[in-house]
């Protein structure tokens, strides 16, 4: 009994009371096995698509703009907090409470800037469907670029002030070293939900839902005028197309985004431990999809993963290929 009792804490011979957060040794081995293809593939296809927006000419666009930030984001969250995730909830922490501190401050931010990348991507379809005419003014490059420095800063800044006291009392609090939990008041646990989940989640919403009433209202217009127009209008039309079709495919992006999202922060509030691991695979799994839903929509992503894979992007000038 002795011998059991001892094998369910972390370093028990050195009586420290800590207590092993592993609590069978399938679960444990299930949850490191997923979260580990689930790194994988996050890292690999996110870096396909770092590499295919950064390198191509043509793929600088205010809207890839955005999708690059969220890529550098999921990128993040394979190399670096996955890894960290596994040992947390697999093992004993065994790197110290610095380490726990920086990776608890790295997981709130990377997921801080992804949601920012969501609420950027959601208000850069309203403007192009619902003010088509003045989106090449109000969306430009530099302009995107603005909003992308300022989405990483205000995360930067925002997790520093929900993790302040973690920051202020970082090697007094010795209760238990062989576990790296977060722990934030009651009132810095609610502006995370609602800077973090609720006030998004609105935001989101509300922009989509204008963004679907207003591009089936330009689908029936096109469809009623389809037969009348001009080889003037009918490159209108397919331009308008074009941005129905993006609207599409960042709508499913923000769907997924919200359908791996909500669990987590749903099991975060009701704080059940075994529904808790189940939502961790799912959480983190939306950054393996993101470039998987660029495979299945946008063919320039296939064109470029091609061009990666083949090498040609080693070639002098293939920056300046045509993959549209």
């Not at 059991?4 to 207590?19: D, Y």
């Not at 997921?111 to 850069?124: E, F, H, K, P, R």
């Not at 001009?230 to 397919?238: A, E, F, M």
Request: net charge positive; aromatic share 12%; proline share 3%.
């Amino acid at each position: 009994m002795e011998t059991e009792n001892q094998s369910e804490v972390c370093f028990s011979q050195l009586n420290i009371s800590c207590r092993n957060p592993t609590t069978h040794w399938s679960e444990g081995v299930l949850l490191t096995v997923l979260l580990s293809i689930i790194c994988i593939f996050t890292v690999v296809l996110n870096l396909l698509v770092i590499i295919s927006i950064s390198h191509f000419r043509q793929l600088h666009t205010p809207t890839n703009l955005l999708l690059l930030s969220l890529a550098v984001s999921d990128c993040l969250v394979g190399l670096l907090v996955i890894p960290g995730e596994i040992l947390r909830h697999t093992s004993c922490w065994t790197l110290g409470d610095v380490q726990c501190l920086w990776y608890n401050y790295l997981a709130y931010f990377v997921t801080s800037v992804s949601v920012g990348n969501m609420v950027l991507i959601s208000a850069d379809r309203y403007v192009a469907i619902c003010d088509p005419l003045h989106y090449n003014t109000k969306v430009t490059v530099r302009r995107v670029q603005l909003c992308v420095c300022l989405c990483w800063f205000f995360a930067l800044l925002y997790c520093s002030v929900i993790l302040k006291d973690q920051l202020m009392q970082l090697g007094k609090n010795k209760s238990c070293c062989r576990r790296c939990a977060v722990v934030i008041d009651y009132y810095a646990g609610v502006v995370d939900v609602v800077v973090t989940f609720i006030l998004p989640l609105s935001i989101i919403i509300t922009l989509y839902m204008r963004v679907f009433v207003v591009a089936v209202s330009q689908a029936r217009a096109m469809r009623s005028h389809v037969t009348s127009v001009t080889l003037q209008h009918s490159v209108t039309v397919r331009a308008k197309k074009s941005e129905l079709k993006a609207a599409r495919t960042l709508g499913v992006l923000v769907l997924v985004f919200l359908m791996c999202f909500c669990p987590f922060y749903i099991g975060t509030l009701t704080g059940v431990a075994s529904y808790l691991r189940f939502v961790i695979i799912v959480f983190y799994f939306n950054s393996c999809l993101n470039p998987l839903i660029y495979a299945l929509f946008y063919p320039w992503f296939r064109r470029a993963v091609r061009h990666i894979v083949t090498l040609h992007i080693l070639q002098p000038g293939s920056w300046g290929d045509s993959i549209l």
